[in-house]
Each structure stands twice: as structure tokens, then as C-alpha cells.
């Protein structure tokens, strides 16, 4: 931990969507702090809250029928959260950026890709076409795709996967912002290109000393790159710590199922593997939350205990560096 | 071998022509069996053919060139009834399970649907077989008159595995059937595939891009680059002792949790055009330790017929083999 305020502050955080004439809580009581330089990871089964939270983080909660209901999101002090419109559109790029996980999807298919890095370097640095058609090929060339000058002059559809994700990381790079939030950046890609992408991230991070929010289903990923984890479970967090507390000594049943159930490469494998770990059940839906009194992950827990059901647990400090939400993580052997 | 494999593939040839007398060489040339029982696991890069093979095995897509055996019988030119009777013993579970179930159709009917297609049984016994299926994969039998938009992912996959069981097959082909799921699910769908294989003696054609999964599943593998084999081994020879560089490089680009399998090797770039692939071995592009030899000629497999078999004329040098040293050995 820094001893100066962090570069991002998320303060008791709600975020609602409105449905069926109700309001309802898919994010609530969230609160994490992030420092130049660190890379966070946010984990959790897809409907957890993980992508939306990022979504706020830019002020991009798809409203209405969203909205963030309640809590600040500082970013070096001011509150993305009442900022305008115009006040945003300065902070994404320039402070936060965003990867997605769909490079497809999220370029545009009808402008070159030069074009597309070129005109956020414009928008924001109100550089010439020229300058920032140069700088545009400097980024190719920095994201590490071969023959920039060439490739400048592509449509998406003419790229691999792997390319294109490139120049998505190209665009959300070229304003050096100081946040980059990278939504499964590589879950659409092969191992050996998300490995070129995680070196390339690696770099970056030490060139421009930029904090990285990385959210991924894969608990490997988050070992590889994360400093910090944080955990998410129904729009809450349940257990948030360094990365090496988290995968030698994780608390939360949640966390610990999220690690034992998945398939680990070992150098030795046996003829006859164990079957895998089993999380019962499925993420419960938040108009089903807004009915449940107990801890949201009792129903599929394998050590809940009658308290479960009637209290939420809530955020405990466990020493100095972590916290975790359970009412039983006291008698949970290490 | 004596006994009869569940699944015999010699020489593969699966082209497609992309107009322009250019044609894309998908899968060209494999050869592998798949014993009865025995998981099989495909993988590599995507554009490496494998999905392209599977489906072939499947006859979903035509070969170009090469055999088919079905427990022995010829199947690559069948077609017509002779064909749809043959799927009897081969199925397939797909990767997507929302496009993979006709959204109009209830579960209970789409899991019958292939006994209505090959007429096995009375009416009555489909749907009894529909009911013992149902709770095979564990979904309830109540659940059989809801449609698929009122399932989850993962109970949906388990309606495509129960469809794919229907007709007893011997061999299903499985095309990266839990890369769609969450973590949590995936597991538990793993776990269903592993205990169906143990129960009714299935053989499975495994595609994945997950080595992880693969390890964990199948009991031998087959590694594949633009349309060829260039390993083929138990899962202990493959994790144990990887021979091809290629298959070095996949298994160290793995994330793991602990310091992993990871010897820090990088392929650069893409692999090269399926359309007119290099002179040699396909991989000499990104290989670092490719020679003047390996863009002239083109190494085959080769090794213990049964056992493990590796294309590359570099594969047992000392280089390679300290590098296969540093990613196999137990970091202290």
C-alpha cells in the first residue's frame, strides 16, 4: 500500500436497473482503492456485477435503465459519478480507458484501423490528421503488430482475432491513461496470443506506470498478472486481498470453490484425475436476491449454517491487507 | 492392433475451395484412432483445423481425400438413410448451447428427436428413454415440456449431451463443449462427461482450446498446426515430456496458478495462410529453433506407433531438450 491517496477511490457503490417497475440493486455496498502502477483483478461467475462495475468506472452504465444509485467514484479526488457529460468525455481516454472483451464488435467496421486510433488521438490531443495518423502507426508498432505502415490502412475484418485486440489496446492506449480497465481482454483469444497481450500489458504498465483493472474468469490469469484480487459474488464483494493470500489461503467458500473447480495444468498429470471440485447451483438473479435475507452464496455453500440464511455477512478486515464477507471464515481451516 | 477402434481416421483431406482456384487446406492429411473408452483430445490454435477434422469425423462436412471407420465400417462416402442409421453410434455436443437447441422445440422433444429421426422404438420407450436420459444428466424430468430460453447455460448443455446420448452412441464428438460456461459450471459439466465415460464406456473426439481441460479429460492427444498433426501421445507423454516445439510453446503460454509450466516461450505472429501453406514444416515460421532443413522438407511423425510421435527433425536435439527440461522440471 502507497501512503498517498489512491488514484482511484470506489466509495459504497450501488448501481441499479430498473425492471418491471422496481428499481433493483445488481452492485451494492462496493468499495476498493486502486494505486498507480497496481493491477487489480475482479473475479466471479458471469451476472456477479464484475463488467457493469467497470462500466461505471467510465461512466458508461446503459442508462435508462441503469443508473448508479448511490455512492462516489473518485477518480484523484472528483466524482465520476455527478461529472457531465462533456467533463466524461475528457476523462475516457485521457484518464480511463477501456479493452473489451469483443474486439469485433467493439471497432468499427467501416473506418480503417488507423483511422479509428488516429481520431482518438484527434479528439483528445487535438493533434493534426497528420500527427495523429503518425502516432497511430507508432501504436501499431508499439502493441507489436508487424508492418504498421501497411496495416494502418486495414478494415477489423481484415485483421486475426488476435490483431484486432491489438488495436483495441492501441486505441484504449494512445492517450496514455492513467486507469486501464480490461474486461476478459483475451477470453476470445488463443493462450499464445493472450500471452503476447499480457507481455504487452506488462510493458506498458511500466512504461506509463498505469494502474490495470483486469476482470477474468481465469483464476490463472489472475496469478500471472494481478497484485490484488477482489472477489465478487451477486453485486457484492465477498473477499478482496493480496493475489498470493488469495490463491494459497483463500477464505471465502466462494473463492475457495472458484479455485478448486477448475482444471490445473500439472506437469505430472494422473492416468486418472479426480473429478473436479463442484459449485452446486447457479448465480442467483438479483430480483432473487432482493428477496433473500441471508449471505447470497449460502444456497449453493457447502458450509452454511442455519445464521447463514438470516444474516448477510459483512465485510470483515482479516489483518492488515484483506477482508472477506463470511459469518463462518473463522473455523474454515486454512 | 487387434481390437477395433471406436474411431479410425487415415490420411484426413478436408479442402475447402474459396474461389479464384485458391483452396483453403483445413485439415490435410491426419491419421489417428480413437480406442473404445478412450477420451481423445484435439488441440491447438484456432485455425488449426480441428474443429474442421471433428466435423469431418461427424461427416457434418465432407473429406476431401482420406477414410472414415465408424467401429470399422467405412463411413466417409455413406449418405442418405445409411448415413443418418450410422449416427446411431456417432454424435456430437456442440459449443454453443443457445444456437445448438431449436428454441422452438421442448427439451423432452429435442432430446427424442434423434430416436423420431433413425425410428428406434415405440413411442413409449423414446419417452421412457427421454425420462432415464433426463435424469442421467441430471435435470429433472418436469423439465422436459420447458423450452431452452428457460434454462441456464449449463442445464442447456446438459439437454445437448442428452440428445447426443439418446441413441446409445459409442463415440461423441465433443466440440469444445464447456468453453461457453462459467467456471463453476464447467466443472460440473466436466465432471458429467467424465463419469458418462466411465459408466457407459463412450469414447469421446474432445476439441479444445483449453489445455487445461484437455488434461484433465482426455486420455490421449493429438496437438495440430494448420491442419496437421505434430504430436500425438498419452496425456503423460504429452504433459510429461512434450517433444515438438509447438507444443512446448502451448503448453508454457498456460496461465497457472503456482509458478507455472512456463518457460518463457513466445510465439511470434499468426500462423501462416491454410490457403498455400510454407514449403516444409508448417511451423518453421515461429519456431526458434527452425534450421535451413525445416523450410526445405517436411518432417512426418514419427516415433512408437502406439505411443508418442512427434513431426519435427529438431525434436530430440540437446537445445530443445533443455528447453523441454526447463518447462517440465519442477521449479525449486
Known amino acids: 500500500m502507497t501512503s498517498s491517496s489512491p488514484l482511484l477511490s470506489v466509495r459504497d457503490l450501488e448501481i441499479s436497473f430498473r425492471t418491471g417497475g422496481r428499481e433493483i440493486p445488481v452492485v451494492r455496498d462496493l468499495s476498493f482503492d486502486l494505486s498507480a502502477g497496481e493491477t487489480l483483478g475482479i473475479v466471479g461467475e458471469s451476472g456477479c456485477g464484475k463488467s457493469i462495475t467497470a462500466l461505471s468506472l467510465i461512466g458508461l452504465v446503459p442508462s435508462p435503465p441503469g443508473r448508479v444509485s448511490k455512492g462516489q467514484i473518485l477518480l484523484n479526488g472528483e466524482d465520476i459519478v455527478t461529472a457531465g457529460e462533456d467533463r466524461l468525455t475528457r476523462i475516457r481516454g485521457n484518464e480511463i480507458s477501456m479493452v473489451f472483451q469483443e474486439p469485433m464488435t467493439s471497432l468499427n467496421p467501416v473506418y480503417t484501423v488507423g483511422e479509428q486510433i488516429a481520431e482518438t488521438a484527434r479528439a483528445h490531443f487535438g493533434s493534426s490528421r497528420a500527427e495523429a495518423w503518425d502516432r497511430a502507426i507508432e501504436m501499431l508498432k508499439l502493441v507489436g503488430i508487424p508492418s504498421p505502415e501497411q496495416r494502418a490502412h486495414n478494415y477489423p475484418h481484415q485483421l486475426s482475432g488476435g490483431m484486432r485486440q491489438r488495436v483495441m489496446i492501441a486505441i484504449a492506449l494512445v492517450c496514455e491513461p492513467k486507469v486501464l480497465i480490461a474486461d476478459e481482454p483475451t477470453t476470445a483469444l488463443d493462450v499464445t496470443v493472450q500471452a503476447q497481450i499480457f507481455d504487452l500489458f506488462r510493458e506498458l504498465q511500466r512504461k506509463i506506470k498505469a494502474a490495470i483493472i483486469l476482470i477474468t474468469h481465469d483464476i490463472g490469469v489472475v496469478a500471472q498478472m494481478c497484485d490484488r484480487v477482489m472477489v465478487m459474488y451477486a453485486g457484492r464483494k465477498i473477499e478482496e486481498g493480496p493475489v498470493r493470500s488469495f490463491i494459497r489461503d483463500p477464505r471465502h467458500p466462494y473463492t475457495r470453490g472458484l479455485i478448486s473447480c477448475i482444471p490445473k495444468l500439472s506437469r505430472d498429470p494422473s492416468d486418472t484425475p479426480e473429478p473436479l471440485f463442484e459449485i452446486p447451483g447457479v448465480v442467483p438473479s438479483p430480483a432473487d436476491l432482493a428477496e433473500l435475507k441471508g449471505c447470497a452464496f449460502a444456497p449453493r455453500c457447502n458450509r452454511a449454517i442455519n445464521e447463514c440464511q438470516l444474516h448477510s455477512p459483512a465485510l470483515t478486515p482479516l489483518g492488515s491487507d484483506r477482508a472477506v464477507a463470511c459469518l463462518r471464515q473463522e473455523e474454515i481451516p486454512a | ?332
Do not use: W
Not at chain 2, 442409421?85 to 428454441?103: E, H, T
Not at chain 2, 423420431?116 to 425420462?131: N, Q
Open chain 2, 1 to 332: 492392433m487387434s481390437e477395433i477402434s471406436a474411431l479410425s481416421v487415415s490420411d484426413l483431406k478436408v479442402h475447402f475451395p474459396v474461389g479464384g482456384g485458391k483452396v483453403v487446406h483445413a485439415v490435410d492429411g491426419i491419421s489417428f484412432d480413437i480406442p473404445a473408452g478412450v477420451a481423445f483430445g484435439l488441440v491447438g490454435e484456432s485455425g488449426s483445423g480441428k474443429t474442421t477434422a471433428a466435423m469431418a469425423c461427424a461427416r457434418l462436412n465432407d473429406a476431401t481425400d482420406g477414410t472414415i471407420r465408424l467401429g470399422g465400417d467405412d463411413i466417409t462416402h455413406l449418405d442418405g438413410d445409411q448415413m443418418r442409421q450410422a449416427r446411431r453410434d456417432i454424435q456430437v455436443v456442440f459449443q454453443d448451447p443457445y444456437a445448438s437447441l431449436n428454441p422452438r422445440e421442448r427439451a423432452g422433444a429435442i432430446v427424442r428427436r434423434p430416436m423420431d429421426l433413425m425410428g428406434i422404438g415405440t413411442p413409449k420407450e423414446r419417452e421412457d428413454r427421454v425420462d432415464e436420459l433426463f435424469a442421467t444428466v441430471g435435470l429433472r424430468a418436469e423439465q422436459k415440456a420447458l423450452f431452452p430460453h428457460q434454462f441456464s447455460g449449463g442445464q442447456r448443455q446438459r439437454i445437448g449431451i442428452a440428445r447426443a446420448l439418446a441413441t446409445r452412441p459409442k463415440l461423441i464428438v465433443c466440440d469444445e463443449p464447456v468453453s461457453a460456461l462459467d467456471v463453476a459450471i464447467q466443472a460440473q459439466i466436466l465432471n458429467l462427461l467424465g463419469r458418462l465415460k466411465a459408466e457407459l464406456g463412450l469414447s469421446y473426439l474432445f476439441i479444445s482450446h483449453d489445455l487445461g481441460v484437455v488434461q484433465h479429460l482426455c486420455d490421449k492427444i493429438a496437438v495440430m498446426y494448420l491442419g496437421q498433426i505434430v504430436e500425438i501421445g498419452s496425456r503423460s507423454a504429452i504433459f510429461r515430456r512434450p517433444m515438438h516445439p509447438y507444443t512446448m510453446a502451448l503448453i508454457s503460454a498456460v496461465p497457472t496458478l503456482e509458478a507455472g509450466m512456463d518457460a518463457g516461450m513466445r510465439l511470434k505472429g499468426d500462423p501462416p495462410s491454410p490457403i498455400s501453406p510454407p514449403e516444409g514444416c508448417r511451423f518453421a515460421g515461429r519456431c526458434q529453433f527452425a534450421q535451413d532443413r525445416c523450410r526445405q522438407q517436411s518432417p512426418v511423425l514419427s516415433g512408437d506407433p502406439d505411443g508418442q510421435r512427434v513431426a519435427c527433425f529438431r525434436a530430440r536435439d540437446p537445445e530443445v531438450a533443455a528447453l523441454r527440461d526447463k518447462l517440465t522440471s519442477t521449479p525449486a
